[in-house]
């Protein structure tokens, strides 16, 4: 089933795509279609989130309270619910980063041929 | 579950928005449409599994904050573990009373009695017109079971046992039979472990040739052997054929040690006018109470016409097995639960008012939460999860103390109070309460947590946590104590009630003098004491040996013990005053008497003459009446000389002169007035001995056995009581009523007390600053302390007018259950008032007595 080109597309880790999400949702509110897109669009298609698990993601981060719903419009001019990162999700999306960036650096180090 | 709903329809609608977009975004692609469509959907993924995952979602991140809640509130309570301890320890002993209460209510009321088809069972009562609840006679019995067609079984018992001796081992041991027909374990729906029920065919006999043994009888004396079908065991000098043995005890219903089937063929059998059977039946399925009834009635009306001489008036009269056995204890426990349910409302009070102390202490943390973001709902599921933490510890240790309490019901054990050796912890228990707990939980919960959760956030962040003074906020620990005072009235005056009423049963005038008063069973079983004589003069022999020993006084022998529960009456006519109707038979009490009885048992003579040995020796036809046999059949009248003609067993009534009157007694109750009876003088086979005694009645129980041996070596005697046993034995259901309703008004006290103490401490250190005021401006030392002790008994005092006006509405339903004592017993509410009066001012008074302590410089300088 599966081809070639989506076999070398990467996995996405446990959680990475909460902050993905948070990370997006920084620039103003988004509706769901518009979340996938932007982090597919921003990871030049490396990312390839399969759309649907954006949901249950979207509802975990609600629960939490690190990003709101709110009724809107879509572009095709329906209901949507567009999403919009709380304060305490933007507290959330620092300290996440934070943890992101020693993670990914103590990886490369590790990885890094000896010099 | 509606809000999940809604939540699951924006999903759908959110989900479709998203694949419709994405298929848009395919067709200006230049997809074709049906193309667009199926790319947009297997890009989306499988729509089936991110609805589920999302429904995960919501549930594992309500466990996260039930367990970040549980987390919080575990470390709250860890901070304060004094707090902690005092609101568990509450809860539980109010929740550890209601369950060991629970529990005995479960058992008894509850849960359907052992039996197979319990609902179906019912019991018929011998009805006529001066009786209710009479038993039913053998050729009666056995007319209804052939006629009626409403029932799947009827069978029937006789409503006493008879004493056998079961030989075998090195001594003969006394055994209690009892009689049943066939159908009786068939109608309970008890098969043997081993063997058969009865069947008809054992009835077609004038001595029954086959025995049943109970449980306990074949494990105990035949030492639980399998194969005991079909051999032979001798029960007095006869021998009888094992045909079956219980898998089961019936505690419920008999304590028999073995059963006989009833023989039928017997002259004794035939009779319509002894009445002595107790039918039990088991409705078939879908025939009502009521129909079997009107079956019933319509054989009652046959007999009635076809044998009116003996049948005219009478009828049956069926209820339920289950209200028969338990009914009679029904209101008591219902008393007890009430009473029980109203401490665990004290204890929730408590609580609630330790929990609105504790918020208080907590407000600054509160505020800074809501600053921060939380809602109120998410603050209120965080304090009621402390307060279900504390129900749950509170419940948890409740349990323990059940087990203790069910085991001291146990040990109280009243004979009145049927089925306790099934009263236990049970899952059904276990399960109510927790339920309690959460319920409990809740209930002081909610309260408190409303309230805090409330804030207004500005006037928080400007109080900034200091005490505050203001009156409003001090109404809702006012009016906790109130409430608390009240419901403590009501249990304290409905166990005061209960308690004076004990206290007069104990002191109730008996009729005789059970101080120092020793009494045993002797059965003469051998055939050889078949003979009048014979017995007449073992008992006068056995007289003469026990007075003669040292220390006895006067001996004497009766057929049924008062208070034993042992119960005979009959028939007679006046033979002076003929009734119109020759049918028209009195009915009361007769015993049989031996030796010097009156003067063992110190029943005052007040007319004519005691018996003498040759009353009985010759069978003299005399009796001797009561006082209140007087009073009810010779109004203003003497009855010395007069003559009763009294139904002994024989169609033909023997007259009997009155040689004698005797003041009345006690004998099936305490509680009951005191009963006409006859005494007619010899001996049975079975008689109770009666000992006074000089000194301690124990002394004399090895003269009373060898007295008995050097008679006769092979008679057995039962165990030794003291009459005053005997007596308190028989008050054990208003002993266990009282001890355990003393104990919840105790609890209720305590608790109270500990309310009053603990929100008037709250008080005082809230007013600190106020009280430290006072003093600086003036105000003397005892002011103050009358300012908080006046604080503490004026609430008290507004619920001790609100709980004595509650209790005199709610103890109208205790009538029942109290002797000589009126539900409005204006001495009980009385002493409850001074005791509570009392308690509440001490109460006050500690804490006040630190509000006089306050140093003005350093309340001044408080916070």
């Not at chain 2, 029942?816 to 008074?845: E, I, M, Q, W």
Request: hydrophobic residues 45%.
């Amino acid at each position: 089933m599966s081809t070639k080109e989506e076999r070398e597309r990467i996995e996405l880790l446990q959680g990475t795509l909460d902050l993905l999400i948070l990370r997006t949702l920084l620039l103003g509110p988004a509706h769901g279609h518009a979340i996938a897109k932007a982090i597919e669009f921003k990871s030049d298609a490396v990312l390839q989130v399969e759309q649907g698990s954006l949901y249950p993601a979207l509802h975990r981060l609600i629960k939490r309270a690190w990003i709101s719903a709110e009724e809107g419009t879509s572009e095709n001019n329906r209901r949507a619910k567009y999403y919009r990162l709380t304060a305490k999700g933007r507290r959330q999306l620092e300290l996440e980063t934070r943890k992101w960036d020693k993670l990914a650096g103590a990886i490369a180090r590790i990885l890094a041929p000896a010099e | 579950m509606w809000r999940r709903k809604r939540m699951m329809e924006e999903l759908d609608a959110d989900i479709r928005e998203h694949i419709e977009t994405e298929t848009q975004d395919n067709l200006e692609r230049g997809m074709a449409p049906e193309e667009a469509r199926y790319a947009a959907m297997r890009r989306f993924g499988n729509v089936t599994r991110v609805k589920e995952d999302t429904r995960e979602v919501w549930t594992v991140v309500w466990f996260e904050h039930l367990i970040e809640d549980i987390r919080f509130g575990l470390r709250m309570l860890r901070k304060n573990p004094g707090f902690a301890a005092v609101a568990v320890l509450t809860l539980a002993l109010g929740i550890g009373a209601n369950t060991a209460l629970f529990s005995v209510v479960n058992a008894v009321l509850l849960r359907p009695l052992p039996f197979e088809n319990s609902l179906r069972l019912v019991w018929s009562w011998g009805n006529c017109s001066l009786c209710d609840q009479a038993a039913v006679s053998p050729a009666d019995f056995t007319d209804y079971r052939a006629q009626s067609h409403s029932f799947e079984h009827y069978g029937a018992m006789a409503g006493e046992n008879s004493l056998f001796n079961l030989a075998g081992g090195d001594k003969p041991i006394q055994i209690e039979g009892s009689m049943v027909t066939a159908g009786f374990f068939d109608a309970l729906g008890i098969h043997p472990r081993y063997g058969r029920a009865f069947e008809l065919s054992d009835e077609k006999t004038t001595d029954p040739q086959v025995v049943i043994l109970s449980h306990h009888l074949w494990q105990d004396r035949f030492g639980s052997d399998p194969n005991l079908i079909g051999k032979s065991i001798t029960l007095d000098d006869k021998t009888r054929t094992v045909v079956g043995v219980l898998a089961n005890d019936l505690s419920v219903l008999s304590r028999a040690d073995l059963w006989f089937p009833a023989p039928f063929q017997n002259q004794g059998m035939q009779s319509r006018r002894s009445h002595f059977l107790r039918p039990v039946g088991l409705l078939r399925r879908g025939v009502t109470i009521s129909q079997a009834q009107a079956e019933l009635d319509t054989i009652a009306a046959r007999l009635g016409r076809e044998y009116p001489d003996t049948n005219a008036g009478w009828s049956l009269r069926l209820e339920p097995l289950q209200s028969v056995l338990v009914g009679s204890v029904r209101s008591a426990l219902l008393v007890l639960l009430a009473a029980v349910g109203l401490v665990l409302l004290i204890a929730c009070a408590n609580a609630a008012s330790l929990l609105l102390s504790r918020n208080t202490a907590r407000r600054r943390e509160i505020v800074i939460r809501t600053a921060i973001g939380a809602g109120r709902s998410r603050l209120l599921r965080q304090l009621l999860t402390e307060s279900l933490l504390l129900a749950l510890a509170g419940g948890a240790a409740g349990i323990f103390l059940a087990y203790a309490g069910v085991e001291f019901l146990k040990g109280l054990g009243p004979r009145s109070l049927p089925r306790l050796d099934e009263v236990n912890v049970s899952g059904a228990v276990l399960a109510s309460t927790f339920v309690t707990a959460i319920f409990t939980g809740i209930l002081f919960g909610l309260g408190p947590a409303l309230k805090a959760s409330r804030r207004d956030l500005v006037q928080g962040l400007r109080e900034g946590g200091a005490a505050g003074d203001s009156r409003s906020k001090h109404r809702a620990h006012g009016a906790l104590v109130v409430a608390e005072v009240a419901l403590s009235v009501v249990v304290l005056i409905a166990s005061g009630l209960l308690l004076n009423s004990f206290w007069r049963l104990m002191r109730v005038h008996l009729g005789f003098d059970p101080a120092n008063l020793l009494t045993t069973e002797v059965s003469l079983i051998s055939p050889r004491y078949d003979d009048d004589r014979r017995r007449e003069s073992f008992f006068h022999e056995l007289q003469d040996r026990i007075q003669s020993a040292s220390g006895a006084g006067s001996v004497g022998f009766v057929s049924e013990l008062p208070l034993s529960g042992e119960a005979d009456d009959t028939f007679f006519t006046i033979a002076e005053h003929p009734p119109a109707n020759p049918n028209d038979n009195n009915d009361a009490d007769v015993r049989i008497i031996d030796g010097d009885y009156f003067g063992a048992m110190r029943i005052p003579l007040s007319g004519g003459r005691a018996f003498e040995r040759q009353d009985s020796l010759e069978s003299r036809k005399v009796v001797i009446v009561n006082e209140p046999f007087v009073k009810k059949f010779f109004p203003n009248e003497n009855p010395i000389g007069k003559h009763l003609k009294m139904f002994e067993g024989k169609p033909e009534f023997v007259a009997r002169e009155i040689v004698g009157i005797v003041g009345g007694n006690k004998h099936f109750a305490l509680r009951e007035s005191l009963r006409p009876a006859m005494f007619t003088p010899g001996s049975f086979m079975r008689m109770n001995v009666v000992v006074r005694s000089a000194g301690d009645p124990a002394l004399l129980t090895t003269a009373v056995r060898q007295a008995i041996r050097a008679i006769d070596p092979d008679e057995a005697t039962s165990a030794f009581r003291m009459m005053g046993d005997v007596v308190s034995t028989s008050a054990a259901g208003d002993r266990f009523n009282a001890l355990l309703l003393g104990a919840f008004g105790g609890i209720a006290l305590l608790l109270t007390a500990a309310g009053i103490f603990g929100v008037l401490s709250y008080l005082v250190t809230q007013r600190t600053r106020e009280i430290g005021l006072r003093m600086a401006l003036g105000a003397q030392r005892l002011s103050v302390v009358r300012l908080i002790v006046g604080q503490g008994v004026r609430l008290a005092l507004l619920g001790l007018c609100i709980g004595v006006v509650a209790a005199v509405v709610v103890t109208r339903w205790m009538s029942s259950v109290l002797f000589d004592v009126k539900p409005t017993d204006p001495l009980t509410f009385a002493a409850v008032a001074v005791v509570l009066g009392t308690v509440a001012f001490l109460a006050s008074y500690l804490p006040a007595r630190r509000a006089m302590r306050v140093d003005p410089m350093v309340a001044l300088r408080y916070e």
